[in-house]
């Protein structure tokens, strides 16, 4: 904001004058003393009106960093000291804004600082113009194209340590945003003959010195390279090297820049590889070789380099050899071979080499041109640069100064047209007043070198397609004939001797009066370079190579497209080239900038006024300033004057109803403007002086400021009003909501405070009551007191004979009820659980209830008996009931008792009706059986124990053999007397037997069994239930069987074993029988 308001312009601090139109007085002389002043104070930049004049510093100055391309950023042209930034300003924001096509015209003599100048338009542009990646590469690319074309399309020459060789015309497309899109190069011919040979002090292109120097030792060794320039025939070595310039530094970056302009890795290396060509094509020599038929003949003198060649390329080497030494003609369908001498030989190896070159720069230009071209089909606005080689006088000028000074003078025809002759022609369309100018116009000088019959380049063209002998003196002798009287062109020879005895002008040479100054061309070599030959032999050998680049720089070279027509001359390619140039150019705005050298030696601070004088008249800047001044510096069409300028007064703001022309009449006279300061054209406003603009465009930029300043205040009171209204009706929604608020808040504090003083009051109205009635009471209870005590005296008075004769009874008996009362009460909250062997009981409270407390517990007990036996089901009755049998019968008799306790009574262990193996037995067996179990019968006779099933029924016992089920012995339960056992814990047991019996003739049995109490108890149970009568059961440690025969008496001795825990039975004699038992 603060850079805006201050108002700077061209005028501030202004050394010299900034502007040429504002010099005083304006002759040749103040002219170049104030370029001279601009120049040593470092103002190398001047204008003519909105053109640039540019003097070379020779040294690096610093105003083209970032912040000064800032500062130029957005500005109007005459704001801030001349730059090429504003010229650069005006024109970008002239395409972006106006759309308006551009082109930026650079001219000046070798060495000016064109080429700068022209990257510097480039910088510029790219860092004000639009941003982000795919912008920026564009940009990146467009300026990485120049290092490459530098390298090989410039050389040091004696006016420039880097001068353009080749002519450069770069459109850079931009879309309707302003952003780069992309870019088309043109080049216009290259000076090929450097390739072969340079002038004293100067040296061949770049690019040979960067490889030779740059290059790795792996890369030169594949190129077959070596590191010595003096290897190389075609290096010139007395100025190959240049003061500040690094060449293996450059090479670096020239190999960077074909990388980021999008050169593939072996498109680079096919690029080398041509190059290395083109240095070993100049070491090929050739030695003379007559032949018997007395034709001259030449032979290759050394192969080897030949070799090298056809290697780095793949050509056939004797294909090449073959070219080298041959000429074939065609004509007509015939093939004349005809063979060369030493000189054709070289002439043949000067073309190759130079083809090759300057093919390759072309196809260079081209590659570049696809990487760089627009990728978008939308239509683009163009800025065109122009960096043409500069006007230029050697000692020496040959055909190639001839074609770049022919180019000079078209462009300064270009610039005449547009500017001086096309304003003065203006004025006069727009009838103004106006007196002429005489400027020098070239068009003359144009007409003798282009003109299509009798020009320089058409009698050129004519001589090298004349049949004949033709040499350029024969050139020479027709030039003298034809332009003898123009008064542009001079020679010793020519029909009018007018220099007949000009000692300066040799035979050989014409002069030609250029804008520039007169220079003077060699004949030699013209018909040659126009001709630009290349022997067919050679191309065809080029497009055999399997090198694919070289192969597709020789396309001519195909077998099948053999072309028999001339291909058309240098001279006429260029100015074909140059027409359509010239025509390009005429299409868009221009903007120049005239290069100025200030010296000769490329020296910094010296200013050679001589040296610039010349350039000032040749490039008619004095002219130009005063067609300026005579003239108006400024014009516009009215409409958008009009429409630029309407409000900056009353009757114009903001509409004017009326023609465009009456509207700026009467906003000028509004203004008050000295009338000889603007002028009335037909279709434009015409104003004499920059300066006026200038107020203009301050008065505007003002009136806009207030204007703004108007809108602003507009809105910003509209702002502040509805801002305010919305605060306004917030605010009553809010004390609305307050009041609201406040309001329920007072009234819910009366409401409570009200309660508050009803409480007390009922409080104390209910207090009052209450006291009154306690009062009423105690009253009534003090009268009932008084006659309750009244009555008792009365009646115990008369009663007291009565009571006391049973009192004491009666009291006992009372109190004797009150306490059994009390202990029923409290044993009811003592009673102990209902477990039937839970032993507690609470203690007896008092001595006289003893026997009470006593049976109390038994009833307790026995009814939670009851209560415990209730829960059985029958099953569970049966087995408590022989399990209560077995307690009978056992507790505390037999010491295995305790332990058969814990153990169920099962019964029948074997599952004698589910084992297949006994269904004989089974089936044998029609009872219920009550216990299956096999047991260990002792033998009778030795003691000795073996397994037996042992069956009980409801009648019988049975035993069977374990293993076949075989009934062994069957006992009728009414035939069993008695069943004997130890005390031991043992499971011994003898079944006595009926005496008599059937069963009892082998004697009574001796069984021992893990399931001894349960057998015994069963038996018991079962033979009570069947015969009535009670199973004797004898438990003692000694008892008697009877064996067969013998009374056996079966004795249990305790501890007394050899087997450990195992109770063993022995037969001591017939009447003992031993168990000895654990
Ligand atoms: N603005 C500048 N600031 C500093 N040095 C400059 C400037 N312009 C030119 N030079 C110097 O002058 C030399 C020659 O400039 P440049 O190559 O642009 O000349 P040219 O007009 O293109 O010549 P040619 O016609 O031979 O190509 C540059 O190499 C550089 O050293
Ligand atoms: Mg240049």
Request: hydrophobic fraction near 35%; proline fraction near 3%.
């Amino acid at each position: 904001m603060a850079k805006m308001e201050v108002k700077t312009s061209l005028l501030d601090n202004m050394i010299g004058v900034g502007d040429m139109v504002l010099l005083e007085p304006l002759n040749e002389e103040s002219f170049i003393d104030n370029l001279k002043k601009r120049f040593d104070h470092n103002e190398i930049y001047t204008y003519i009106g909105s053109v640039v004049i540019s003097v070379n510093p020779y040294r690096s100055l610093p105003i083209y960093s970032p912040e000064k391309v800032e500062d130029y950023r957005n500005r109007n042209f005459y704001e801030l000291s001349p730059h090429i930034f504003a010229l650069s300003d005006e024109a970008y924001r002239s395409l972006r804004d106006q759309d308006k096509d551009q082109c930026i015209l650079i001219t000046g003599e070798s060495g000016a600082g064109k080429t700068e100048a022209s990257k510097l338009v480039m910088s510029y542009v790219a860092a004000v113009c639009g941003k982000g990646a795919e912008v920026n590469q564009v940009k990146e690319q467009l300026l990485q194209s120049n290092p490459v074309l530098e390298a090989f399309g410039n050389a040091k020459t004696v006016r420039n340590d880097n001068s353009s060789r080749f002519g450069k015309y770069m459109d850079i497309e931009f879309d309707f945003k302003g952003d780069p899109l992309g870019g088309v190069i043109s080049n216009y011919l290259l000076e090929k003959s450097r390739v072969v040979k340079q002038p004293r002090g100067e040296r061949n292109f770049h690019i040979f010195y960067q490889l030779l120097s740059g290059a790795s030792e792996d890369l030169l060794y594949k190129l077959r390279l070596e590191r010595d320039f003096s290897r190389y025939n075609y290096l010139s070595l007395d100025s190959a090297k240049v003061n500040g310039v690094d060449d293996a530094a450059n090479f670096r970056t020239v190999r960077n820049a074909m990388q980021i302009v999008g050169f593939m890795d072996h498109e680079a290396q096919s690029v080398l590889e041509v190059i290395a060509a083109v240095l070993k094509l100049g070491n090929i020599e050739f030695k003379p070789e007559s032949r018997v038929n007395g034709l001259d003949e030449s032979k290759i003198k050394d192969k080897n380099e030949l070799k090298e060649i056809c290697e780095l390329t793949g050509i056939d080497q004797s294909v090449l050899e073959r070219a080298f030494s041959f000429r074939t003609v065609e004509a007509k369908q015939e093939k004349v071979s005809t063979t060369l001498n030493v000189a054709q030989a070289y002439y043949a190896r000067d073309a190759l080499a130079k083809n090759l070159y300057s093919r390759l720069f072309s196809w260079l230009v081209n590659r570049i041109n696809e990487s760089i071209k627009a990728q978008t089909k939308v239509r683009k606005k163009v800025m065109g640069v122009l960096d043409i080689y500069g006007f230029e006088i050697f000692e020496d000028n040959s055909f190639e100064q001839f074609i770049i000074n022919y180019c000079n003078e078209k462009l300064q025809q270009i610039f005449i047209e547009l500017t001086l002759k096309e304003e003065q022609e203006e004025y006069i369309r727009e009838d103004i007043e106006w007196t002429h100018i005489d400027y020098f116009n070239n068009a003359v000088i144009c007409d003798l070198i282009e003109n299509n019959t009798n020009g320089i380049l058409a009698m050129l063209d004519e001589e090298c397609l004349r049949p004949g002998t033709v040499t350029d003196e024969t050139f020479l002798e027709k030039l003298n004939q034809v332009c003898a009287t123009h008064q542009h062109f001079e020679s010793r020879m020519s029909k009018c001797s007018r220099f007949l005895n000009d000692t300066s002008l040799p035979h050989s040479c014409f002069r030609i009066q250029h804008y520039a100054g007169k220079v003077m061309y060699q004949v030699e070599g013209f018909v040659d370079k126009n001709n630009d030959l290349l022997y067919r032999d050679l191309s065809q050998a080029m497009w055999k190579a399997s090198h694919s680049l070289i192969k597709a720089l020789f396309p001519e070279g195909n077998p099948a497209k053999i072309n028999l027509k001339r291909p058309p001359t240098a001279g006429s390619q260029f100015k074909a080239s140059v027409a359509t140039l010239m025509k390009n150019l005429q299409t868009k705005n221009p903007n120049y900038i005239r290069c100025i050298k200030p010296n000769d030696k490329k020296a910094a601070h010296i200013f050679n006024d001589a040296l610039v004088c010349h350039q000032i008249r040749y490039l008619g800047l004095l002219e130009n300033v005063r067609v300026r001044r005579a003239g108006y510096a400024f014009r516009q069409a009215y409409e958008p004057c009009l429409e630029r300028y309407k409000m900056l007064c009353k009757q114009t703001w903001p509409h004017w109803k009326g023609p465009a022309r009456a509207g700026v009449e009467v906003l000028f006279n509004e203004l008050e403007f000295p009338v000889e300061e603007y002028s009335f054209g037909r279709s434009k406003i015409f104003i004499r002086n920059p300066r006026t603009l200038f107020k203009l465009e301050d008065l505007r930029k003002r009136r806009l400021e207030d204007l703004a300043t108007l809108i602003q205040k507009i809105f910003r009171g509209w702002k502040c009003r509805t801002h305010f209204l919305l605060m306004k009706k917030s605010q009553i929604v809010i004390a609305a909501w307050y009041r609201r608020y406040s309001q329920q808040k007072k009234y819910q504090q009366i409401k409570s405070s009200a309660i508050v003083i009803q409480s007390f009051i009922r409080g104390w109205k209910a207090r009052k009551i209450l006291r009154e009635l306690k009062h009423e009471k105690r009253c009534q209870e003090a009268v009932t007191t008084i006659a309750a005590f009244w009555h008792g005296t009365q009646v115990r008075r008369e009663y007291r004979k009565f009571f006391r004769a049973n009192a004491g009874k009666k009291i006992y008996e009372f109190t004797l009820q009150r306490i059994v009362q009390k202990y029923f009460l409290e044993m009811k909250n003592k009673m102990p659980s209902l477990s039937p062997i839970d032993k507690n009981w609470p203690a007896r409270p008092y001595l006289f209830l003893d026997s009470t407390h006593k049976e109390l517990k038994r009833i307790f007990h026995l009814w939670r008996c009851k209560k415990y036996r209730d829960q059985f089901t029958d099953q569970r009755k049966l087995i408590y009931e022989e399990k209560l049998e077995a307690s009978e019968l056992f507790k505390d008799k037999k010491a295995l008792y305790p332990s058969s306790v814990g153990q169920p009574f099962q019964g029948a262990y074997l599952e004698i009706s589910k084992d297949p193996k006994y269904k004989k037995l089974k089936d044998a067996i029609e009872e219920k059986i009550i216990i299956a179990e096999v047991v260990n019968k002792v033998n009778r006779a030795n003691g000795k124990c073996a397994s037996r099933i042992f069956l009980l029924t409801n009648n019988n016992l049975l035993l069977a053999d374990q293993k076949s089920g075989h009934i062994k012995s069957e006992v009728p339960l009414g035939d069993v007397t008695k069943v004997s056992m130890s005390s031991q814990n043992d499971g011994f047991f003898a079944v006595h037997l009926k005496e008599g019996s059937g069963a009892a003739s082998k004697g009574d049995f001796l069984f021992s069994s893990d399931h001894l109490i349960e057998m015994a108890t069963k038996l018991y149970r079962t033979t009570l239930s069947q015969t009535k009568q009670k199973l004797n059961i004898e438990i003692s440690d000694e008892f008697l069987v009877q064996f067969r025969q013998d009374k056996v008496c079966v004795k249990f001795i305790q501890g007394n074993q050899k087997n450990g825990s195992v109770p063993t039975c022995k037969r001591k004699n017939n009447r003992l029988l031993e168990v000895a038992v654990p």
